[in-house]
C-alpha cells in the first residue's frame, strides 16, 4: 500500500475513528471483533434478537464514515486509495449481515419476522445511498478507465470491473433527474412483487381442493390422506379431506389419486393461481406493471430491453445466446416428450382407460408418468433408503473432497453455532494448512427456512489480511429417534447433500486475493455449476459400494438396484426438460418485449404453440404464479441459467470420463486449479475455456439426458 496516496481529509479521518471508537465501546455483540479460533467465529451463541437493528444502524455509520474519507480524499484517485479503501470498508456491517442471514433462515419466529420487515426498506435504502454515490462512483470511474496503463495485476483490473459495473448496471451514470426516476421504479416494483406474492398466497389459501368422501381420496398413500386430514381439521372442516394448493400437496394428488375427475379440479385450481380476472388477487395487471417499468428502467440504464440488460454481465451476456441453448434443447426434448406419452397410453389402455388412452390430459401426467417409472425402472424407495444413510453419505461427500482436491474434514466441538444440532468441522488442504470450517445443519425445525442451502459466513482471502473460510450446508431432514439412523432419498442424497457441498468446497478451494472476487462470488448462469458437477460424483461406483451401506446389515447396495438407480437418471427427462425450458423461454421473450402491451394469455398462447410444447406438458409454471420472475428479479430473463449451468456441466464431466473416469488426479487437478480456486478473478467463460480447452457444446448434456445427438 503507497501511503501518500492517503492525502485524506483530517475530518473525514476523525469522522472513522470516531465510529471506530463508538464500535469498540459497544456492548452489542454483533458489533465486537469476531474472536476465538480459526481466526474467529461468529458469536452465535451471544446474540439477542434486539440487538440487530442498533447495530446495523452503527455499522452502517461506520461505513458512511470511511466512504466519506475515501471521496474526501485530494489525492488522485488510485486503486490503492479508492478500490482497495472500499474493499477494506464495511467489514463490521458485513458481519453484523451475515448473522442477520443465518437468523432470517432458522430463527424465523415472529419477533425476528416483524424486525426484518422493519428493516427491508432500511437496507434497500443504504444500498442505492452506496451505488448513488456520485462523488465515490467518479473515483471509481478513474480509477477504472486507467486499469490498463496504472500497472494493475490482472485480479486488480478484474476487481476494479466489478466495482465499476455494479455501479455502472445500478444506475450510477444517469442524470440527477433519472436517478430520481430510478429510485422510484425500483421503490415501485418492490411494491409489486410484495403484492404478487401476496395475491398468490391469498389464492393458496383460499383455492383448496375439498374432498368430501372416504372415496375420493382413493389411491393416495396414507401420508398424504393424513396431511389432507389434518389440513382440513386446520380449516375447521371436519371429517373431511383438503388438498392445499401448493406443490408438496397438489403433486402427490394429481400423481396417485386414481379418480381422473378430481385430478382435473386440481390442476385447473393449480393452473389458476393468481388468474381471477378482475378479482382483487388478479397478477394479471401486477405482471403488466411490472414487466413496463422494468422496460422503462433498462432502458434509461441504456439497455434496449430488461433481458439485454439482465444477461449482459452473466456468462450469456445477450438474450440471442440463452435463446439459441434453449432452442438446442427444447426440439430433441418435446420429442422425447412424444416418446414418453406412448408409453404413458400404452398403459393407459392396459389398465382401462380408455379416456385417458385416446387422449392423455395434463393431469394425466404425473399418474401416468409414475406408473411408467414403476413399470421400466422398477426402483421401490422402501427398497432404496436403507442404504442411504445419513452419516455414511456425508462420509461419502468428504471422501469425495478428498480424492479429488485433497480436503480433509475433522470433527470439531466448541464452536457456537445458532442451534445445538448443528455440526462442526474443520477443513483442510493437501499440504495439512488450515483452510475453514464447514458447519452443517442436518435438520427441520418449525422455525426453520424448508429446503437445502449453502451459505458463506466468511470468504477466503488475502486482503486487508488473510482470511479462511467459513461456509455453513443447511438441510430439512427429518430427526430420527435417538440412536436411529437417518435414512434419505435419493434426490435428498444428490440435491440436498452433494449439489449444495459443492457450493461449500466452491468457497473451500477459493485461491485470490481479494474477497469479493473469492469462491463463489460468481455470475449467476455460472454458479450452479461447481456445484452440479459434485452431485455427478455420487452416481459412481466407488461411492455406492463404499458408502451405500444397508443400516441393519452393513451389506453395500446389490450392484443390481445401483444400476437400476443410474438407468433412471433418463426418466423423464423429455417432459422435465420441456417444461423447464418453455417456462425459460417464456420469461426471456416477454423481457424482450420491451414496453409493448402484453394480453398474457395471448402471448402465453402463442409462444406455447410456437415452441410446439405437447398439451401433456402443460404443467410449466403459468405467468400468473411464476414467483420466481415476479416475485423478485434475481430470476427474471434469468430462469434459463438452471439449463445454461447443467450444459456446462454435463459438457465438464465428459472431461472425466474421456480420461481416466470421474477420480482422474489430473482432471481434478485442471477443475481446481481453472474453476474451483479463481473464484472471480477470471471471467466465467474464460474459467470454462481454460478447463474444457474450448467453449462449452450442448452434445452432452443431449447425450446425458438420453435425446438424439445431431450429427
Ligand atoms: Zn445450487
Redesign the pocket.
Known amino acids: 500500500m503507497d501511503r501518500r496516496s492517503f492525502l485524506a481529509s483530517g475530518a473525514a479521518l476523525a469522522a472513522v475513528a470516531s465510529a471506530r471508537a463508538a464500535l469498540a465501546a459497544s456492548d452489542n455483540p454483533l458489533l465486537v471483533a469476531w474472536a476465538g479460533a480459526y481466526g474467529g467465529l461468529p458469536p452465535f451463541d451471544k446474540v439477542r434478537l434486539p440487538d440487530f437493528e442498533p447495530a446495523y444502524r452503527e455499522a452502517m455509520a461506520l461505513q458512511r464514515a470511511e466512504l466519506k474519507a475515501i471521496t474526501d480524499n485530494r489525492a488522485t484517485p488510485t486503486f490503492e486509495n479508492t478500490i482497495l479503501a472500499y474493499e477494506r470498508s464495511g467489514q463490521a456491517l458485513g458481519n453484523v449481515g451475515t448473522i442477520y442471514g443465518v437468523h432470517t433462515s432458522v430463527v424465523i419466529t415472529p419477533e425476528m419476522q416483524a424486525i426484518e420487515e422493519r428493516l427491508a426498506p432500511v437496507l434497500a435504502a443504504y444500498a442505492d445511498e452506496q451505488t448513488q454515490n456520485t462523488a465515490l462512483f467518479a473515483r471509481i470511474d478513474a480509477v477504472y478507465q486507467a486499469r490498463e496503463t496504472a500497472g494493475l495485476t490482472p485480479e486488480q483490473q478484474r476487481l476494479a470491473w466489478v466495482y465499476h459495473n455494479n455501479f455502472v448496471q445500478s444506475g450510477a451514470r444517469l442524470n440527477a433527474a433519472d436517478k430520481t426516476r430510478l429510485a422510484a421504479i425500483n421503490l415501485r416494483l418492490a411494491d409489486l412483487y410484495t403484492a404478487f406474492s401476496k395475491n398468490l398466497l391469498s389464492d393458496e389459501n383460499g383455492d383448496v381442493l375439498v374432498l368430501d368422501k372416504a372415496q375420493d381420496t382413493a389411491g393416495l398413500p396414507a401420508s398424504v390422506v393424513a396431511a389432507a386430514r389434518a389440513a382440513a381439521e386446520r380449516r375447521k372442516l371436519p371429517g373431511r379431506w383438503v388438498i392445499e394448493n401448493n406443490g408438496s400437496a397438489m403433486n402427490p394428488m394429481l400423481t396417485f389419486s386414481i379418480r381422473r375427475d378430481l385430478r382435473q379440479k386440481a390442476w385447473e385450481m393449480r393452473m389458476g393461481l393468481g388468474d381471477h380476472t378482475g378479482g382483487p388477487t388478479d397478477n394479471k395487471p401486477v405482471i403488466r406493471e411490472i414487466l413496463k417499468l422494468r422496460a422503462e428502467r433498462s432502458k434509461l440504464l441504456g439497455y434496449p430491453t430488461f433481458a439485454h440488460w439482465r444477461v449482459a454481465d452473466r456468462m450469456a451476456r445477450t438474450p440471442e445466446n440463452a435463446i439459441a441453448l434453449m432452442e438446442a434443447l427444447l426440439k430433441p426434448a418435446i420429442a422425447r416428450m412424444g416418446e414418453e406419452v406412448a408409453d404413458m397410453k400404452a398403459i393407459a389402455a392396459r389398465e382401462g382407460d380408455k379416456a385417458a388412452a385416446a387422449d392423455l390430459q395434463p393431469w394425466d401426467y404425473r399418474h401416468y408418468a409414475e406408473k411408467v417409472r414403476k413399470a421400466k425402472y422398477d426402483i421401490d424407495e422402501a427398497e432404496l433408503k436403507p442404504y442411504l444413510q445419513l452419516d455414511r453419505m456425508k462420509e461419502a461427500m468428504f471422501w469425495v473432497a478428498g480424492q479429488v482436491y485433497g480436503l480433509s474434514f475433522k470433527r470439531i466441538k466448541g464452536v457456537p453455532v445458532p442451534h445445538p444440532d448443528i455440526e462442526t468441522w474443520e477443513v483442510r488442504g493437501p499440504d495439512g494448512r488450515h483452510r475453514g470450517v464447514w458447519y452443517f445443519d442436518a435438520f427441520a425445525r418449525p422455525e426453520k427456512q424448508s429446503g437445502a ?2 451459505s458463506e459466513y466468511r470468504s477466503q482471502g488475502r486482503f486487508p489480511e488473510a482470511s479462511t473460510v467459513l461456509v455453513s450446508n443447511n438441510c430439512n431432514f427429518t430427526k430420527p429417534p435417538a440412536g436411529q439412523p437417518c435414512l434419505l432419498s435419493w434426490s435428498d442424497v444428490t440435491v440436498a447433500l452433494f ?2 457441498f ?2 461449500a468446497i466452491h468457497a473451500l478451494n477459493s485461491d485470490v486475493t481479494y474477497r469479493t472476487l473469492a469462491g463463489a462470488n460468481v455470475t449467476w448462469d455460472y ?2 455449476f461447481p ?2 458437477i459434485m452431485e455427478r460424483w455420487a452416481l459412481t461406483p466407488e461411492v455406492l459400494s463404499r458408502f451405500a451401506l444397508h443400516a441393519t446389515t452393513g451389506k453395500p447396495m446389490p450392484k443390481a438396484l445401483a444400476d437400476k438407480l443410474r438407468a433412471a437418471k433418463t426418466f423423464n427427462q423429455g417432459f422435465l426438460t420441456a417444461r423447464q425450458l418453455s417456462a425459460a423461454m417464456l420469461d426471456m421473450k416477454l423481457h424482450l418485449a420491451g414496453d409493448a402491451d402484453i394480453d398474457l394469455d395471448a402471448f402465453y398462447q402463442a409462444e406455447v404453440k410456437r415452441i410446439g410444447l405437447p398439451k401433456e406438458a402443460e404443467l410449466a409454471p403459468r405467468l400468473t404464479w411464476f414467483s420466481h420472475v415476479f416475485s423478485g428479479e434475481s430470476y427474471a430473463a434469468g430462469y434459463y441459467s438452471y439449463a445454461w449451468a447443467e450444459t456446462l456441466t454435463a459438457d465438464a464431466w465428459e472431461v472425466f470420463l474421456e480420461a481416466g473416469g470421474p477420480y482422474d488426479k489430473a482432471v481434478g487437478k485442471r477443475l481446481h486449479d481453472t474453476v474451483m480456486s479463481v473464484g472471480n478473478t477470471v471471467s466465467a467463460d474464460e474459467a470454462f475455456r481454460n478447463f474444457r480447452g474450448r467453449d462449452v457444446r450442448v452434445a452432452a448434456i443431449l447425450r446425458d439426458r438420453g435425446f438424439p445427438v445431431p450429427a
Do not use: D
Open positions: 442451502w449453502c449439489h449444495e459443492g457450493h454458479v450452479e456445484s452440479q
